[in-house]
């Protein structure tokens, strides 16, 4: 929880600057529910979050350098696109995606778990 809210807590600080070229939505208050969910999965379960992923992300283990390379565009970052803020994917931690429209995970998520069945 307090990985999370500090990661969140440096987007604060440095977004002002101008730096970070794209909208963000925080997950700050909502840190409890990504540690305590993830905490109960496997290494090998997945997770689709929602445009307020960071937690959810850092909790399953993406390295917050990913993340915040994502946010200023930078070529190491974790989605190999323009996903920016909302729109992460790291699969060696069982991150399938997150995604900007709320509920959009939903019909991501029942896919993905059909395609495993």
């Known amino acids: 929880m307090v990985r999370i809210r500090l990661f969140e807590e440096k ?7 101008q730096e ?3 909208p963000v ?6 840190e409890a529910i990504a540690a305590g969910v993830i905490a109960h999965l496997k290494k090998e379960d997945v997770v689709v979050s929602n445009h307020r992923g960071h937690g959810h992300c850092i ?4 390295p917050m350098k990913l993340t ?5 565009g930078k070529e190491s970052r974790c989605s190999l696109g323009s996903g920016k ?9 069982g991150i399938l995606g ?9 019909p991501i998520a029942t896919g993905s778990a059909l395609s495993f069945k």
């Open 11 to 17: 987007i604060i600080e440095c977004y002002p600057k």
């Open 98 to 106: 997150t995604t900007s429209i709320f509920g959009g995970c939903i």
């Open 59 to 62: 909790a399953k283990g993406m």
């Open 25 to 30: 939505h925080l997950c700050i208050v909502q």
């Open 68 to 72: 915040m390379a994502e946010l200023y």
């Open 85 to 93: 803020s909302m729109h992460r994917v790291n699969t060696e931690n």
């Open 20 to 22: 970070i070229k794209c």
